[in-house]
């Protein structure tokens, strides 16, 4: 709770945590949100103007708007969810494991990391999608694949330099076993400043994965989602902008808010940078 | 209790160097012995690899350590574990540190419960079950706490360092340990905790019957703890004997020099009358280093 009520203390990160909580929101009660269907394709009602009917208008399909907006937030952030919580599963086992075990057992693990972090994300996004199809879950896999071995190394630095501490030594010296010291003196050390940068990160990934959707490799039309509703929108940008304006918005204030959310949890965790003290 | 013979260690970093060659001493039951050099000689790589805990650029590379008749070269990693805080425990030279500050003091005595007899398997200071906070409550009143609960429920940050020291004694004290190693338990205390723990540890002893390895670079220390003294130099013994002999004639130039620097600081030296040249006795060590009984007003709790 302390650390909450400093996190919440600033107003751009209060503000941000508003706009995150809202986004969760939506994605969470878009069906109870608006009474339209977001794939109900209805010809004669195409690129209508906002109306009481259709708060947002409809697009070239005749698909209301408002409706593709709210449930494009669940495929958003959805798979975001999926592809942080694959991340950091992969990434701290993987990280731990070298760290604390250390020699070969490190050495092989970080030669497999620099493998996988040779791969461009999009280029290996493509390369799954030519060989496995488009679709989502391919680009999740990408994104996992080309992400969770720059997260591995981060947390095995942070395992190093914790298994040195002297309660750590403590703990060993009572006896603990070697799972125990990991799970109960180890990763408690390394949890806070991975999830601030896996806040951080949650914009990067959204943006990665809208951005795949409008090549058309990741959510497949007619599913609703911000990057899909872009690319729908392309061939409209001079006759109807806003077609474009709202997803790109719904992107643009979700990514900011998570990338203000990270930037606050990091100086609420971080006691030197709140003082403006060492190092600035 | 505990036989070290012949023990070298190596440093792998780079081209490996003894860093500890040809130590050899022992530690009767219910005895001190003290092992002393200037930082760096070695003394707690050595109390590492008793129990172990050598660090990853650190071997062994000779020797042998017995403790209780067990050598300790020849456990397997599960028996090593059950020996450390079961048989033989460790006190660490910077309280403040060692423990985990996220976890309160409960937290630390579930935990070796946990590694001891205690009930395996449950984490969460809440459900402590109740001969398991009797043990805890049980050590912690040994070692001079008069409201066990208060410092179960306190965490570290909460406790000052001689507090915390204590409160390692007795977390070292929940099993029936036979060999405490205490590396420089005292260096990071104020003198009035510094006296308390030397009593506190010097009282265990005698209580619990079991050998004590105490590390330090502090003479008066060792005149006020000592048995056996294994004066350590440059990653070797140069001498070992009893208290009262060594202090009486040390035959080493390194010992000497050790000696005379720690006399020095009191304005005495070898040469003075009331020392007696070349029968140095361990009084002016003593006095120097006993600051008495610690008034009531200024114990800590």
Known sequence: ?280 | MLAVESLELEILRGRPRKVVRNVSFSVPRGRVTCLVGESGCGKSLTCLAILGLLPEAVRRTGGTITIDGERVNDLSPEHLQALRGGKAAMILQNPMSCFDPICTVKSHFLESLAAHGGNPGRLSPEVMPESDLARARRSLAEVGFDSPDDILDAYPFQLSGGMLQRVMVALALLSEIRLLLADEPTTDLDVVSQARILTLLDETRRRHGMGVLLVTHDIGVVARMADFVVVMHKGEVVEQGEVATLFAAPRHAYTRALLQAHLSLYGLSFGDEAVGVGTVSPEPCLAAATPGPVPEEVRLR
């Open chain 1, 1 to 280: 709770m302390t650390l909450l009520r400093t996190l919440l203390s600033g107003r751009t990160t209060r503000l941000a945590f508003v706009a995150a909580c809202a986004v969760l929101l939506v994605a969470l009660f878009a069906p109870l949100l608006s009474s339209w269907d977001p794939d109900d394709i209805d010809l004669s009602q195409k690129l209508q103007a906002p109306s009481r009917e259709h708060l947002l208008g409809t697009d070239h399909l005749g698909r209301d708007v408002l409706a593709r907006l709210l449930h494009g937030a669940r495929a958003s952030l959805g798979s975001v969810a999926v592809i942080v919580a694959a991340i950091l599963l992969l990434s701290l086992s993987v990280g731990s494991v070298a760290g604390y075990a250390g020699g070969m057992v490190d050495a092989f693990l970080m030669r497999l990391c620099d493998t996988f972090l040779t791969f461009p994300t999009f280029i290996l996004a493509m390369f799954l999608i030519g060989i496995l199809g488009a679709g989502m879950t391919n680009v999740i896999l990408a994104i996992v694949c080309t992400h969770w071995a720059w997260y591995a190394r981060i947390i095995r630095g942070l395992v190093l330099s914790l298994k040195t501490r002297e309660h750590v030594l403590a703990a060993r010296v009572a006896g603990t076993g070697q799972f125990r010291l990991v799970m109960r003196h180890i990763l408690p050390g390394v949890l806070p400043q991975i999830l601030v940068l896996a806040t951080l990160d949650i914009g990067h990934m959204m943006l990665h994965v809208s951005g795949l959707s409008f090549l058309g490799l990741g959510v497949q039309p007619p599913t609703a989602e911000w990057g899909v509703m872009i690319n729908d929108a392309r061939q409209y940008i001079w006759t109807q902008p806003q077609l474009l304006f709202y997803p790109g918005l719904a992107i643009f204030v979700t990514v900011m808010a998570f990338n203000l959310l990270g930037d606050g949890l990091r100086d609420a965790l971080d006691p030197v940078g709140e003082t403006g003290g060492w190092g600035k």
